[in-house]
């Protein structure tokens, strides 16, 4: 909401404009005043709005005198056009000159008409064909700065009229809300009705009025306000089974604006994230959140209850989410944020209808949270985080319920420790993984994401042409963590690890070669880099084991870098060799799965360079010493050189 009115006031010559403003400050009619009062400034603590305010005298329009009225009308928030209740001229020229004049210039703000000398009346003027025609103009003012008689009210519906304007909310020709209103108005009653049976109850009304204006509201003014809807909306339109249905929560606000209150609906706009133009703001929907580098995010335990507990409110059959309450569940938000293009819910855990489980649910939002917090922060906002969670302390009848305070949707995240200090620490804490899954074309990459998702297995090989993404649960000691599978494809598989940025955000580095493929272990081989966790997955172990095409077979390269050899599995007859909680548990104990050793140690790729450095050295001193001394087979001879390669790769061949 805007901190700072600046209020302009116009008018012809002699209609009372500097007195008005002299009669406000003085709190008593001043009979002298100069011509043009200086700039007024109002604290916030004097004012009903608590916001600085700014009132501006002006000159008659005088043409030497336009140019500067001309800049003040562009740079105020709202125009106070003053006439002479005894100069009927004063007013004629409010649709004849003043208001024509303002669009003429571009001027787009509200504007307040203000009748001065009110104890001077001698008819009434009609204000309603100009309200009627112009439509900036929110409300007109009688006043008597002699008297004085409502000085400070124009300043106050002045005020009301830039920090809670009527022309956003209400057509004021055609006597109803706005369209974008409406959508606002029927989104926070959809948030704000928690079991979601299509009325607001006593708890839910109280729970919303304790949200939005910090106290419960009595039986009495409950009652009150049911009684009132229901007069005006019978049967069963406004009110059903005790509650405000939705046509009766939009009767009630279209009452309030039409009674002058629009600081009752602004309020409750506001406290559910819009501003002025009906969207939801920048700051709510996505606050500050601070992410370290070699963190990442993950949903906290109050992020993991709210979409449990809105998962539980739209699944009617116990037991999934069909797309219907899909749709349902994502009415108060832009749509499903994964879309057609994640191929959502075709990578997630769901039944054999489709429906999402609770399961494949929260791990979306695990790998969402990880990948992409900041979707994660604004569909926290748009599906209702925060709401407060009433409890009652007495019956729904004594109106004694209380709620929690209403907190910040960053509650719902939290940060991990960083990767690194992780590793070095040989202790993981964070609940959510990172694994890259690399290997040659037809290796069975897809294969095995697909069977982490829960889908059957696919005879039909489509090679992967953009990344895929899959995420599942994993129980671990049991403990719940949450896998997120990432496979890149041959296009953009070898760029992806050699961005070391990307690199660094990989729990673990999944290398997967086809055993029954002689040339599919080689690709892996040329691929890997390290010090990074990783685990090397052999697929398709129901067919014969082919030799690979390498210097040495997959189990003794591994056991050369202190890895686990490869895990061997079969999609198609599901001999999976608990395959995903191995993959898991490297990512919890990464020293376990470094190339090397725990230590990080040297790569193998930095190990042979150190070798062919120092074999190079020695063949030179050898040929130095084998040119002055000739031939020795003692201290120099090769029965030393191979132990001490022997000693080098820890009695490993490469």
């Known amino acids: 909401m805007r901190r700072d009115v600046r209020i302009l006031l116009v008018g012809d010559e002699g209609v009372g404009k500097s007195t008005i403003v002299t009669s406000l400050i003085k709190e008593s009619f001043v009979p002298h005043v100069q011509h043009v009062v200086p700039e007024v400034t109002i604290p916030p603590d004097v004012t009903p709005e ?8 002006s000159s008659a329009p005088w043409p030497h005198h336009r140019p500067h009225l001309e800049s003040e009308l562009r740079k ?22 003043w208001l024509p004049y303002f669009r003429s210039l571009g001027v787009n703000v509200p504007v307040i008409l203000v009748g001065n000398k009110i104890d001077l009346r001698a008819g009434k003027a009609e204000i309603r064909p100009i309200m009627d025609d112009f439509k900036e103009v929110e409300t007109c003012v009688e006043c008597s700065a002699k008297v004085p008689l409502n000085v400070s009210e124009i300043f106050y519906f002045a005020q009301k009229a830039v920090l809670h304007p009527t022309a956003p909310l209400y057509d004021s020709r055609e006597h109803v809300l706005k369209p974008a209103c409406v959508e606002a108005l029927k989104r926070i009653f959809n948030i704000s009705d928690i079991n979601k049976d299509g009325v607001l109850d006593t708890i839910e009304l109280n729970d919303f009025q304790s949200r939005c204006f910090g106290s419960p509201l009595q039986l009495q003014e409950l009652k009150g306000i049911k009684d009132r809807v229901q007069q005006e909306l019978p049967g069963d339109i406004g009110v059903r089974d005790d509650g405000l249905t939705e046509a009766g929560f939009l009767y009630l606000h279209t009452m309030f604006i039409q009674r002058g209150r629009l600081e009752t609906t602004w309020t409750v706009l506001r406290k559910f994230g819009y501003a002025e133009d009906l969207r939801l703001t920048e700051a709510f929907l996505a606050p500050k959140f601070d992410v370290p580098y070699d963190c990442s995010v993950e949903l906290s335990t109050l992020g993991y209850q709210f979409f449990t507990d809105i ?10 989410i069909n797309k219907r309450e899909l749709d349902d569940l994502f009415s108060t938000s832009p749509g499903n944020p994964w879309g057609e293009s994640a191929r959502f819910p075709d990578k997630i855990v769901t039944d054999d209808d489709g429906s999402v489980s609770l399961q494949g649910w929260l791990a979306q939002w695990s790998m969402t949270t990880l990948l992409d917090y900041k979707t994660t922060l604004a569909y926290l906002a748009y599906l209702g985080y925060p709401q407060t969670q009433p409890y ?20 719902a995240l939290q940060v991990t420790k960083p990767r690194r200090a992780d590793r070095k620490r040989g202790k993981v804490t964070r609940n959510v993984f990172l694994c890259y899954v690399c290997g040659a074309a037809g290796s069975g990459k897809t294969s095995l994401l697909r069977t982490f998702s829960g889908k059957r297995f696919s005879p039909t090989y489509e090679p992967t042409s953009k990344p895929i993404s899959v995420v599942n649960s994993v129980e671990i000691n049991g403990s719940e963590k949450y896998l997120v599978l990432q496979e890149f494809g041959s296009t953009y598989e070898s760029e992806t690890l050699r961005n070391s940025k990307k690199l ?32 090397f997955v052999a697929t398709k172990s129901d067919l014969d084991l082919a030799q690979q095409r390498h210097e040495v077979q997959p189990d003794v390269y591994c056991r050369r ?23 898991c548990n490297v990512a919890m104990n990464p020293l376990s799965a470094l190339p090397g050793g725990a230590d990080g140690g040297v790569s193998a790729v930095g190990r042979v360079r150190t070798y062919l450095t120092i074999s190079a050295f020695l063949g030179v001193t050898l040929s130095i010493l084998a040119y002055r001394r000739g031939p020795s087979p003692g201290l120099f001879g090769w029965g030393l050189g191979g132990s001490w390669v022997a000693w080098f790769f820890g009695r490993r061949e490469f």
Request: net charge negative; hydrophobic share 35%.
């Open 561 to 583: 870098l202190s890895l686990q050899v490869p895990v061997a599995v079969s999609v198609r007859t599901n001999q999976m060799a608990d395959v995903f909680q191995a993959i």
């Open 311 to 320: 998962f539980e409110k739209f699944d009617k059959k116990h037991g999934g």
């Open 76 to 97: 105020a928030h709202v125009i106070c056009v003053v006439y002479a209740i005894d100069n009927p001229n004063s007013f004629d020229r409010l649709p004849t000159y």
């Open 392 to 411: 009652l302390t007495g019956s729904p009848s004594t109106s004694s319920s209380v709620t929690t305070s209403t907190p910040s949707t960053t509650t």
């Open 504 to 535: 660094d955000l990989a729990d673990v580095i999944v290398y997967v070669h086809d055993s029954s493929d002689t040339n599919s272990f080689s690709y892996i081989s040329n691929l890997r880099l390290g010090p990074h966790p990783s685990i």
């Open 50 to 57: 608590n916001v600085t305010t700014y009132i501006v005298d």
